[in-house]
């Protein structure tokens, strides 16, 4: 992979923001609740500069993203989760991959999205139509992946994956998914919060974690103006007398490279590997949609990559 340096040579700038793009996972309320709280500005920074993205792709992706961090929340090890969105408004569909090490990758299936008018607020149902979104799991301990699957019901990412939780899970919980853009159009705050309700809680507690979840300040505003997120997950959630479980950092992060490349191209037909070798063009280019990296293969590259193929059937 590839970034997209979007603060140049200042090595104290990506190190600072860096260290602030965190996930925090905590319980309250005497362990009856859980939740994690995530930090994700320098995340979608670095997801828009990469994918070259407007504002409205930015928000919807940015959104995908963030959830994706929360989704990954509770995984360890070699944990895997896939988010995906298919949906028949201008959208299309969004992927989005994460994993336990705070790593997320993904896109859109429609850039630019197409719009009839300006924008008049940051409402996205119509852009999503009707559609599904798909939630997978791929657990190091199971045998086969986990998907869980819900019909598209607010066209809000955060609401039908609240939805998704309370149905396909049967978890009460409360998603929460903010970026804040200055006048200029730039990303200056991005995060989310999840919180689920425990088995065995009474419904005071459900309602009245429903109640403070809506009340709950803009975070990306929050991290905007520089709060620290311990700091908002105390002062928001006191009531519950929350304790801070763990933390670690959240990246755009994809391990495409070369090499990955050359193997798909490895695995192409022997016929349409003989042709781009003899016709090119030259340099071939591919693309990672994960991350909108680009890969370039020469004349030389692409024959070197025959031959291998070549040695590959004699054997």
């Not at 793009?21 to 990469?50: L, P, Q, W």
């Not at 959830?67 to 988010?83: H, I, M, N, R």
């Not at 609401?159 to 730039?186: C, H, M």
């Not at 007398?241 to 670690?248: A, F, M, T, W, Y």
């Amino acid at each position: 992979m590839k970034k997209t340096a979007i603060y140049g040579s200042d090595l104290k700038a990506q190190l600072k923001a860096g260290a602030l793009d965190k996930s925090y996972s905590f319980i309250m309320n005497d362990g009856m609740v859980r939740g994690c709280m995530v930090h994700t500005t320098k995340m979608v920074n670095e997801m828009r500069a990469n994918h070259q993205l407007g504002i409205l792709e930015t928000l919807v992706l940015g959104h995908a993203y963030i959830a994706g961090t929360l989704l990954a929340s509770g995984l360890k090890g070699s944990d895997q989760v896939g988010f995906r969105i298919d949906c028949s408004g201008p959208i299309k569909g969004i992927v989005v991959e994460a994993n336990a090490f705070g790593e997320v990758r993904g896109y859109l299936k429609n850039v630019p999205i197409p719009i009839d008018k300006p924008l008049e607020n940051f409402n996205l149902s119509p852009f999503f139509g009707a559609g599904f979104l798909f939630v997978t799991k791929y657990l190091e301990d199971a045998k086969q992946p986990f998907t869980g699957q819900v019909e598209l019901q607010y066209g809000s990412i955060a609401k039908d994956l609240t939805y998704y939780y309370s149905t396909s899970e049967q978890i009460p919980s409360a998603v929460s998914l903010s970026i804040r853009f200055n006048t200029d159009g730039e990303v200056t705050g991005a995060g989310g919060l999840l919180v689920q309700v425990m088995p065995g809680a009474d419904d005071r507690t459900i309602d009245g974690l429903e109640e403070l979840v809506q009340r709950l300040p803009s975070l990306g505003e929050c991290f905007a103006e520089k709060k620290k997120i311990e700091d908002l997950i105390h002062e928001v959630f006191r009531h519950g007398n929350p304790k801070i479980l763990s933390s670690h950092r959240v990246e755009f992060m994809c391990h495409c490279n070369q090499d990955r490349m050359k193997n798909y191209l490895l695995l192409l037909p022997p016929k349409d590997l003989t042709d781009l070798a003899q016709n090119g063009p030259f340099p071939m280019e591919l693309t990672c949609h994960h991350c909108n990296t680009r890969y370039h293969f020469s004349r030389q590259e692409l024959k070197e990559i025959l031959q291998d193929r070549q040695k590959m059937r004699n054997n």
